[in-house]
């Protein structure tokens, strides 16, 4: 129930797309180790020694919106807004675009934060005022 009573279509509806994004999340490669919270839910992504990601789900004006946050603490959930994804509800396979479009998003962020250097590009120095 929510604080007003019982649950709403939009309340239902975040439900089952938090269900879904918790079953995508631990089935992808690599997966990743999550948690179902009342508002939301928490992710470990399993190749890191400790990057945890918190994502929060909303209907807004029609559109789903979730709000992802990355930390390196489960307990400091909203550590760092790492962005937000939105997607029209009502358009043909709106749940699937939903899931790829966070995937993307987190996905980037690993490779943004990732403990081993990527040896495919340098580091360039430059010299100011030489």
């Not at 990743?32 to 807004?60: A, N, W």
């Not at 946050?69 to 937000?84: N, V």
Request: glycine share 4%; net charge negative; with cysteine.
């Amino acid at each position: 129930m929510s604080q007003n009573g019982p649950y709403s279509d939009d309340d239902r509806v975040v439900v089952e797309v938090t269900h879904h994004q918790l079953e995508h999340f631990r089935h992808i490669e690599p997966p990743c180790r999550g948690m179902e919270l009342p508002d939301g839910i928490i992710l470990r992504h399993t190749l890191s020694q400790s990057l945890y990601f918190y994502l929060r789900t909303r209907v807004e004006d029609g559109k789903l919106r979730t709000q992802v946050f990355a930390s390196d603490s489960p307990y400091d959930r909203q550590k760092a807004c790492i962005g937000s994804v939105m997607t029209p509800m009502f358009e043909h396979g709106s749940d699937h675009v939903h899931l790829e479009k966070l995937e993307t998003l987190i996905r980037q962020w690993v490779e943004f934060v990732q403990d081993e250097p990527d040896l495919a590009q340098d580091f360039h120095s430059f010299q100011v005022n030489p």
